[in-house]
């Protein structure tokens, strides 16, 4: 095969991935003319608004919702609130019942069926003439419902919305960002030349007799609901001057997801509206086609394109350096990708090119998900939306959970590996000595990352005879405990029992440094004489050491207990620096080898 056909199939890959960023623009700038827009008068009589609000789990959330909403400057006679709390396990349904004297009216769905189902049920239940849809996490300016009222006025007009803007200071945040400051000014072309076909989720305002019956299983009721008005022969209107911001993702997993979803649903709505892909919708199809169709295939371009220049390289010495280029900027961006996983900075080009790949790989699973019919009508807030509560504290930063997750596995896999030739001995002695299985399990209680209590197995080799607990009741640590046996006060000096734990780590339900565990019905009643007692395991897994235990011994009582609380709080201060982190981690694990180098602190 020549070079030339080479040329050629690269030529064409690649303007398929560009396309929809370049020539698409072009064509609608240059290929249709713009449509004049008709001068309506203000309104004499202003039409009755439904404020439609789906929401899941959204109790912390709602309350600043709805007095954004009530704040808007319409007059309360001609706008009504809808709630609708979807399968909600959280107080959403009672935050929204509070504002019912203020006219919000709330539905409260038993069973979660997903924001269409949500939004269906309040239409079924909306009397207004014009039906503005927004999401929980949408603040609204006060204008916002009196300046789309006015753009409903003409006749002609189905649906009409703001700008959405996605703010935020970081790499993820600037380079999506970026990307709907491009959006922004093409929306603005397309709407000038009666292309724009969706809305954003956020908010859009439509007549109520335009939003058509859609399938229950459809992914984007933003894009479709719009798309079949502009058929039907409505126009969009589109605010730029009326700004709608909202939280840039952080998470790159949230980016994934939400271009995952964003991905299967394109491709949804454009197979089952195929029709509109013909000649005679031009406006239509070149939108459908230019914009959603081909950027949606982004992954399909960038392979392919990979897949022919890696695979031609191996016969044309010619195609070598870019085959390589290519190769050496995907393996740069997987770095980097990696690095911002981690929670560290990356300089802004870098950031957008991660977000690209990241971006480009969720469509790819999105694509792959459409001929699955995966189920994508339940949308989940993204982490980094979700509202702290105030009876648990802040996570630590994401660089100090990668680094210290890293540390537990290589940690655990070292210590497992000196731990293995030890483990048939220590077992043969533990049944020489007494009678009764080699180890213990026994039912420990921590928090997981929403501050809610979870319960877990924690093993150990036995230590105890036993019948040391024969009636069941948990029972302090005494000198010289006389239930302990020969061979487990030797494990206990040495703090071999533990080593059965090194496996959970490398699992995940403990970490190598971190509070120390305790049995629920001790919790239960330490949680009652020491405040926050709980709270300890908020931030951080058990761990097997911790900062309390090299500086006491077993506990003995509830002083000895509110004596490692103070050590256990300290520790947990220094997990929210990465700097004081690694200093605070080395200090434990020398001295805990200290401890167990001079057999401190075991009864």
């Not at 792959?368 to 339940?378: C, D, I």
Request: charged share 20%; proline share 6%.
């Amino acid at each position: 095969m020549s070079i030339g056909i080479d040329i050629l199939i690269i030529a064409f890959l690649f303007l398929g991935l560009v396309s929809p960023y370049l020539l698409y623009p072009l064509l609608v700038r240059y290929g249709f003319p713009p449509r004049e827009r008709s001068v309506v008068e203000e309104a004499e009589r202003l039409p009755k608004v439904n404020v439609l609000i789906p929401a899941h789990n959204e109790a912390a959330r709602l309350d600043q919702k709805l007095r954004n909403t009530l704040a808007l400057s319409y007059p309360r006679d001609r706008i009504e609130i809808l709630v609708a709390s979807d399968g909600s396990d959280d107080h959403t349904a009672d935050v929204g019942r509070a504002y019912e004297d203020s006219g919000v009216r709330v539905f409260e769905l038993s069973e979660r069926g997903g924001k269409l189902a949500a939004l269906n049920h309040l239409l079924a239940h909306a009397q207004g003439e014009l039906i503005l849809f927004t999401d929980v996490g949408a603040d609204l300016p006060e204008n916002t419902v009196s300046e789309l009222v006015q753009d409903l006025a003409d006749p002609g007009v189905a649906v009409a919305m703001p700008r959405y803007a996605s703010v935020g200071d970081k790499g993820a945040a600037t380079a999506d960002g970026a990307y709907w400051n491009r959006e922004t000014r093409l929306k603005k072309l397309e709407a000038e030349r009666d292309m724009l076909l969706g809305a954003h989720g956020a908010c859009y305002l439509m007549r109520r007799h335009t939003i058509a019956a859609v399938p229950a299983d459809t992914i984007h009721d933003d894009l479709l609901w719009p798309l079949l008005a502009r058929a039907a022969g409505g126009r969009i209107v589109y605010r730029s001057d009326i700004v709608v911001p909202d939280a840039a993702p952080v998470h790159l997993s949230t980016i994934f997801e939400r271009t995952a979803r964003m991905a299967h649903g394109n491709l949804q709505i454009l197979w089952r509206n195929r029709a509109l892909l013909s000649p005679r919708h031009a406006r239509i199809a070149a939108s459908l086609i230019g914009h959603k169709l081909l950027k949606t295939l982004g992954p399909v371009w960038i392979l392919s394109l990979a897949l022919w220049v890696n695979y031609r390289a191996l016969s044309a010495s010619a195609l070598v350096p870019l085959a390589i280029a290519g190769d050496a900027l995907v393996l740069f961006l997987l770095g980097a990708a990696i690095w911002r996983t981690a929670g560290l900075p990356l300089p802004r080009s870098v950031a957008m090119g991660v977000h690209a790949l990241v971006a480009m790989t969720a469509c790819g699973v999105g694509i792959l998900r459409f001929p699955l019919r995966a189920n994508g009508t339940r949308w989940r807030r993204p982490p980094e939306n979700d509202v702290l509560a105030l009876h648990r504290p802040a996570l630590p930063p994401r660089s100090v959970r990668a680094v210290k997750r890293t540390l537990d596995i290589t940690g655990s896999l070292i210590g497992i590996l000196f731990a293995l030739p030890l483990i048939p001995f220590i077992a043969l002695a533990i049944r020489l000595d007494s009678k009764g299985p080699v180890l213990y399990r026994q039912e420990r209680v921590a928090k997981d990352y929403m501050g809610r209590p979870r319960s877990f197995a924690i093993w150990k080799f036995r230590t105890m005879r036993v019948d040391a607990e024969a009636d069941g009741q948990a029972v302090w640590a005494v000198e010289r405990d006389p239930r302990i046996t020969s061979v487990g006060r030797f494990l206990r000096k040495l703090r071999l029992d533990e080593l059965p734990q090194l496996f959970q780590v490398l699992g995940g339900d403990m970490t190598l440094v971190g509070p120390r565990p305790e049995r629920p019905s001790i919790t239960d009643s330490l949680a009652v004489q020491l405040p926050s007692y709980d709270d300890r395991h908020a931030p951080c897994k058990p761990g097997i050491t911790g900062w309390a235990q090299v500086h006491t011994g077993y506990d003995t009582s509830v002083d000895s207990v509110r004596e490692k609380l103070l050590y256990d709080f300290t520790y947990n201060a220094h997990l929210y620096g990465l700097r004081s982190y690694l200093g605070m981690e080395i200090r434990v694990i020398l001295l805990t080898l200290a401890v167990i180098i001079n057999r401190k602190g075991a009864h």
